[in-house]
């Protein structure tokens, strides 16, 4: 059985660096996960990590 993916709680301050980092990181092993799951499905890698993106600027709070 795999081992479940966890989020763990931040280290450093919002809006510093090593934040941005931290955050980048904690979410590798599960956008990874999500795009070996999608071309499983048969989606194209690259379609869908573009896709990602797209949703991702989507949610972005206007400046």
């Known amino acids: 059985m795999a081992k479940a993916l966890t989020i763990g709680a931040p280290q450093h301050?919002?809006?510093s660096t090593a934040y941005e980092q931290e955050c980048r990181e904690m979410l590798v092993p599960h956008?990874?996960?999500?795009l070996d799951k999608v071309e499983a499905a048969g989606?194209?890698?690259?379609?869908?990590a573009s896709a990602?993106?797209?949703l991702a600027a989507m949610r972005l709070k206007p400046a």
């Open 13 to 15: 301050q919002a809006m």
């Open 31 to 34: 956008l990874d996960a999500l």
């Open 43 to 48: 989606w194209d890698r690259g379609q869908a």
């Open 52 to 54: 990602l993106m797209y």
